[in-house]
């Protein structure tokens, strides 16, 4: 399919991440990096790089559930598992033209930075809606939990 769009044209926008309980904060990220280009294409943590990177109690939701999630929505195009703890080779792979994280990364550390650059390609930082956080939520529940 990625090929049948980049021979269409289509402006390919990329992002990642493990997505472990979608929150207004994760709509708003998304639908703004989808209004980038014409297709989304999401590289989610598989279950075991999210465990590497967020502690063995993580994630809370299966990569199946937070893969369907994701592609329920309708301004996704694609969700790709990544096993890896960074989404390098899955970049160089998609070769998309805009490359987006939050707005706490600065673009030149941004794992892809130099794959999107090199092919005249954007990287982009998009604001977090404030307020709405995954840990914020799961802190809320151990809090009414306790």
């Not at 999630?69 to 960074?86: I, P, Y």
């Not at 805009?98 to 130099?114: C, F, N, S, T, W």
Request: include cysteine.
């Amino acid at each position: 399919m990625l090929s049948i769009w980049q021979f269409q044209g289509k402006k390919i926008v990329f992002t990642n991440g493990c997505f472990d309980i979608i929150h207004l904060g994760h709509i708003d990220y998304l639908s703004k990096a989808k209004d980038l280009g014409d297709l989304l294409v999401i590289g989610l943590n598989t279950d075991a790089s999210v465990s590497r990177l967020k502690g063995e109690n993580r994630p809370i939701q299966d990569e199946v559930s937070r893969a369907m999630v994701l592609a329920s929505l309708g301004f996704v195009d694609a969700v790709v598992f990544f096993g890896e703890d960074t989404p390098y080779n899955l970049i160089k792979t998609t070769q998309p033209d805009i490359l987006v994280k939050g707005a706490d990364y600065k673009p030149e550390d941004i794992v892809g930075y130099d794959i999107v650059k090199n092919k005249g390609g954007e990287v982009v930082t998009i604001n977090y809606l404030p307020g709405y956080s995954t840990s914020a939520i799961e802190s809320k529940i151990q809090q009414q939990k306790d």
